[in-house]
């Protein structure tokens, strides 16, 4: 199915150069420095975090032609962006947080979302 894991991943992702497929973390994902997801317009990234999904002065670059809100980001726990510049679908297992920095697409939690200080704009 297209929720597959194609391709497992590990660390960080600052610096790394993404193009589009289904990307998983075996365990809780910590990301920080900055990550580009290079496609067309039409290009999709999933991202299934098993476990929490954090982001500590984390940032996103779409590359090409590539758009925030083909990207999905699934974490079974919480998922907490803090001074980061997140793009994308969160959904999470658990709570979503979000402090400072910015957040183009959409939230949804099966517990409680909350944004605090964050720029928000969201997908069409």
Same mark, same amino acid.
């Given at each position: 199915?297209?929720?597959?894991?194609?391709?497992?991943?590990?660390?960080?992702?600052?610096?790394?150069?993404?193009?589009?497929?289904?990307?998983?973390?075996?365990?809780?994902?910590s990301l920080t420095g900055t990550l580009t997801?290079?496609?067309? @317009?039409?290009?999709?990234?999933? #991202? =299934?975090?098993?476990?929490?999904? $954090?982001?500590? /002065?984390? +940032?996103? %670059?779409?590359?090409?032609?590539?758009?925030?809100?083909?990207?999905?980001?699934?974490?079974?726990?919480?998922?907490?962006?803090?001074? @980061?510049?997140?793009?994308?679908? #969160? =959904?999470?297992?658990?709570?979503? $947080?979000?402090? /400072?920095? +910015?957040? %183009?697409?959409?939230?949804?939690?099966?517990?409680?979302?909350?944004?605090?200080?964050?720029?928000?704009?969201?997908?069409?």
């Amino acid at each position: 199915g297209s929720r597959q894991c194609q391709h497992a991943l590990t660390g960080s992702l600052a610096g790394v150069i993404l193009a589009p497929g289904v990307y998983c973390f075996a365990a809780s994902a910590s990301l920080t420095g900055t990550l580009t997801l290079k496609g067309p @317009s039409t290009g999709v990234w999933t #991202f =299934l975090v098993n476990g929490n999904l $954090t982001g500590n /002065s984390f +940032s996103m %670059v779409m590359a090409d032609q590539g758009q925030p809100c083909n990207v999905l980001w699934e974490s079974s726990g919480a998922t907490t962006m803090t001074t @980061s510049n997140a793009k994308g679908n #969160f =959904l999470a297992g658990q709570a979503i $947080t979000l402090t /400072s920095g +910015s957040f %183009v697409g959409r939230a949804f939690a099966k517990m409680a979302v909350t944004t605090t200080g964050v720029a928000i704009t969201g997908c069409r």
